[in-house]
């Protein structure tokens, strides 16, 4: 089993930046290729960013590009999405999620791979 724990959501106007943490722990964090994902109120849980158990690679959703970074630190068991420029479609809650990889440079973005979740963190940008 691995625990996640989202944090550092928050009310923010357009433009402001925020950067997201998810703390992992119970198992081998370097392990787990990682990803971060959102739900809209009325909206299906969508993909915005992935990173490699190793963090040589990332992959990010056109709607991010350019303002969404996601990172890794496998000293700290912690993996981080910094957005910049936010917007108010950016407003959901923001979950991230991972996924044993025998690979140390493949990423995932498709929801139904992923095994564990966070519990969310509210991101909530105002015009």
């Known amino acids: 089993q691995v625990q996640l724990v989202e944090s550092g959501g928050g009310l923010v106007q357009a433009g402001d930046s925020l950067r997201l943490s998810c703390a992992a722990s119970g198992r081998t964090f370097s392990n787990y290729a990682m990803g971060w994902f959102r739900q809209a109120p009325g909206k299906e849980r969508d993909f915005v960013a992935a990173i490699s158990s190793s963090g040589s690679r990332t992959y990010n959703a056109d709607s991010v590009k350019g303002r969404f970074t996601i990172s890794r630190d496998n000293a700290k068991n912690t993996v981080y999405l910094q957005m910049n420029s936010l917007k108010p479609e950016d407003t959901a809650v923001y979950y991230c999620?991972?996924?044993?990889?025998?690979?140390?440079?493949?990423?995932?973005?498709?929801?139904?791979?992923?095994?564990?979740w966070g519990q969310g963190t509210q991101v909530t940008v105002s015009s």
């Open positions: 999620a991972a996924v044993q990889s025998y690979f140390s440079n493949v990423y995932y973005y498709r929801r139904s791979e992923y095994a564990y």
